[in-house]
C-alpha cells in the first residue's frame, strides 16, 4: 500500500503515543472498518491499526484525537508536519527547526559533524560513544558533538546504564537528515522510508524488526531503570518468600483448579528467557533453563488468554501484564516465511515469540523442517526463488497454540502436514478439553471478568517486578551487574532419579513394547524443574540455586500427563502418579 508523507508520519505519531488498547478505541470511536472486523485489541496488528487510522482521517480529526485521548507522558515527535512535544501536538512540524539545528552543527564541527550523524544513520539501532570513535576516520571525540546534538532535540538517549549512554536518531528525522546528508544507500532505512517502499517494491523487514527490538530493548531499560529506583527493596522482599507454590497459589485464587495452570506455565517461560545455566556439583551439563510452550486443543478454552493476556496484558478487562516488558514479540498475523526472514534480526538474542493461531503457519509448504530448526535453536536457512535467507542461528523461545480435534481418548491435529509431530515433539505441549470443569471455570471466570471482581494489578507487578530483576541479574544487565551475582542452577541426581521413577511406571502401564513419546520428553521436564526453580533466586542464600522440590513435583506431573496424551491415554496420569506417590 503506497501512502504520502503525511500519512506516514500519522501513523508514527499514532503509535508511538497510544498503546494498542487506545488505538483499538479511537479506531472503533471514528468507526473504520478494520477495527469492527477485529475481536479485541491484542488480535489486532498494530502497525496495521495505526496505519488504518493515519488513511483515514484529516489533520483537524489528528488534532481531535489528541484532544479527546492522553498521549503517553514520555511520548515525542519532531516531525516534518506534526509535533508532539510535553503532551502538546500541533499541526506545525520540527523540521525547520532541526536543519537550522543541522547547519549549527555542520558550521561548529564541519566534516566531523556529519561523520557522527552518517554513522548513527548507518548504525542500524543506537550508539556509544567508543562504537562511534571506533568508526570514525580520524582521531575525533565525538561527546561534544553528541552532545549539542542532543541539545538540538537531533538525537536521543536510547539507553542508559552505569557509566553508560546509546543514542539514536528517531525514526522521523531519518529523511531530513538522509537529505541534509546526501546519505549513501546503504544508509539504514527509516519506517517512513520503508513504508513508501512498500508500494513500489519489497520492504526490508529485517532492518525494520531491528528497530523494533530496539524500542523493546528500551522498553526494558526504562521499565528496569524505573523498578530500582523505586520498587527494588520491595521486589527483593518479595522474591525471598515467593516460589513456585506461591505462584500456583496467586493464579488458583484468580482462576480456580483446572484454569491456573496454562498461566502457571506460561509465566514460568518468562523465567525461562533469562537462560540461567544449569549445573552439577562437579561442573557443567551444557544445558540451561527454557522452553518452548504449546497450548493446544478445542476452540474456547482459554489457551489464547495465558500465553497472549496473561503475558502482555489486557488492561481493559484488569488483567494486567506479567511478562518480561520488552522481551515478548506478538506475532499474530505475522507469516511463516515473514518469520523466517526477520528471524536473522534476532540472531544472538533471546525474546519469546507468542503465536496465537500457529496453525495458520502450516499451512504454507515446507514450513516444518525451519520451524523445527528454530524450535531446537538451531541453524536456519531458507532458499526461495529470488533469494537465499540465512544461514543464522535463532536463538529466542515461543509460546504457541492451535486448535486439535479431541475424542475420548486422543486427539487429532488439524495441521495438514504429516511431519508436524516433529515440531510438537520440540515443545512443552498442553492438551486443553472442554471437560465440565473446565467449562464451569471459564465461565465462572468470565462472570468475574465481567463484574470487574478480577483484578491482577497488585499480583502481577510484583510478579512482574521479580521476574524482570531475575532476568537482568541471570543475564547480566548492565544496570545490576556489580550489584547481584548470577546464579546457577544446581542439578542434583535426584532429579534423574524422580523422572525415572515416574518413566519406570509409565512403562509398566503401557500394555504393548513401543512407546509414543520420545526421549525429549524427559529433557524437557527437567529444564521445565530447573526454570521454576529460578523463583527461588532471592531465596538461595548461598550461590547457586537447587532444584526445588515443589517445582521437581510439578516436572513430574508435566511429563506423566504428557505421556498420557502422546500415548492415547492407554494409562491415566492419576494412576501413575498414585504409584509414585505424587
Known amino acids: 500500500m503506497s501512502a504520502d508523507d503525511r500519512v506516514i508520519e500519522r501513523k508514527l505519531i499514532l503509535k508511538r503515543a497510544y498503546p494498542r488498547h487506545q488505538l483499538f478505541k479511537i479506531g472503533r470511536q471514528l468507526g473504520i472498518p478494520y477495527f469492527a472486523r477485529v475481536e479485541d485489541p491484542w488480535s489486532m496488528d498494530e502497525e496495521q491499526a495505526a496505519l488504518e487510522i493515519a488513511s483515514a482521517i484529516s489533520d483537524s480529526q489528528l488534532k481531535e484525537v489528541f484532544t479527546q485521548h492522553k498521549p503517553r507522558k514520555w511520548a515525542f515527535f519532531r516531525g516534518k508536519y506534526y509535533t508532539l512535544e510535553d503532551g502538546a501536538f500541533t499541526l506545525k512540524g520540527s523540521w525547520e527547526n532541526m536543519a537550522a539545528g543541522l547547519r549549527e552543527v555542520k558550521d561548529k564541527y564541519g566534516r566531523s559533524g556529519a561523520e557522527v550523524l552518517k554513522i548513527l544513520l548507518q548504525s542500524g539501532g543506537s550508539c556509544s ?28 538517549v536510547s539507553y542508559r546504564g552505569e557509566n553508560y549512554l546509546e543514542w539514536k536518531i528517531p525514526d522521523e528525522v531519518y529523511p531530513l537528515i538522509q537529505a541534509e546528508l546526501g546519505a549513501p544507500a546503504k544508509t539504514r532505512v527509516s519506517p517512513q522510508a520503508a513504508e513508501v517502499a512498500a508500494g513500489e517494491g519489497e520492504v526490508d523487514y529485517v532492518e525494520l524488526e531491528r528497530q523494533e527490538i530496539a524500542k523493546m530493548d528500551n522498553m526494558l531499560n526504562d521499565y528496569l531503570a524505573d523498578l530500582l529506583k523505586h520498587r ?8 525471598k518468600t515467593f516460589s513456585v507454590r506461591a505462584l500456583a497459589d496467586y493464579l488458583i485464587n484468580l482462576f480456580g ?95 519469546n515469540f507468542i503465536v496465537p493461531e500457529f496453525n495458520d503457519w502450516f499451512k504454507y509448504k515446507g514450513m516444518v523442517e525451519p520451524l523445527k530448526l528454530a524450535m531446537e535453536r538451531g541453524i536456519i536457512k531458507y532458499e526461495l526463488h529470488r533469494e537465499v535467507i540465512g544461514p543464522y542461528r535463532f536463538n529466542s523461545f515461543f509460546s504457541v497454540n492451535y486448535n486439535v480435534a479431541t475424542y475420548g481418548r486422543g486427539y487429532e491435529v488439524t495441521v495438514s502436514d504429516p511431519n508436524f509431530n516433529a515440531v510438537e515433539d520440540r515443545m ?103 526454570t521454576a526453580s529460578t523463583l527461588n533466586y532471592f531465596g538461595s542464600s548461598v550461590d547457586y540455586i537447587p532444584v526445588s522440590d515443589e517445582a521437581l513435583k510439578y516436572a513430574v506431573q508435566l511429563y506423566v500427563e504428557e505421556a498420557s496424551v502422546r500415548s492415547r491415554q492407554e494409562f491415566t496420569p492419576e494412576e501413575v502418579l498414585d504409584r509414585i506417590n505424587v
Open 428 to 530: 512443552l505441549c498442553r492438551l486443553h478439553r472442554l471437560t465440565k470443569k473446565r467449562f464451569v471455570e471459564i465461565a465462572q471466570s468470565q462472570r468475574r471478568l465481567a463484574f470487574g471482581e478480577i483484578d491482577t494489578e497488585k499480583g502481577a507487578r510484583k510478579i512482574r517486578d521479580h521476574v524482570t530483576l531475575v532476568y537482568a541479574i541471570e543475564t547480566g544487565h548492565p544496570l545490576v551487574r556489580d550489584r547481584f551475582p548470577i546464579k546457577p542452577i544446581l542439578i542434583t541426581p535426584k532429579v534423574y532419579e524422580a523422572i525415572e521413577r515416574a518413566r519406570n511406571a509409565i512403562l509398566e502401564c503401557i500394555p504393548r513394547e513401543s512407546v509414543a513419546f520420545s526421549a525429549r520428553l524427559e529433557d524437557r521436564a527437567i529444564r521445565f524443574a530447573c
Open 257 to 351: 483448579p483446572v484454569l491456573y495452570f496454562d498461566s502457571f506455565l506460561s509465566i514460568i517461560q518468562q523465567y525461562g528467557l533469562a537462560e540461567v545455566e544449569i549445573v552439577h556439583e562437579k561442573g557443567k551439563t551444557g544445558m540451561r533453563t527454557g522452553y518452548n510452550l504449546a497450548l493446544f486443543g478445542e476452540p474456547g478454552t482459554g489457551k489464547s488468554f495465558s500465553t497472549r493476556d496473561m503475558i502482555l496484558g489486557k488492561v481493559d478487562a484488569k488483567i494486567y501484564p506479567h511478562g518480561i516488558p520488552g522481551r515478548n514479540r506478538y506475532a499474530a498475523g505475522m507469516t511463516p516465511a515473514r518469520f523466517i526472514r526477520i528471524g536473522q534480526a534476532y540472531a544472538g538474542r533471546t525474546f
Open 232 to 239: 527494588l527493596d520491595a521486589t527483593v522482599k518479595f522474591g
Open 129 to 156: 560513544l567508543k562504537d562511534i570513535a571506533d568508526q570514525l576516520k580520524k582521531p575525533v571525540n565525538p561527546a561534544p558533538i553528541i552532545t549539542d546534538l542532543e541539545r538540538l532535540k537531533i538525537v536521543e
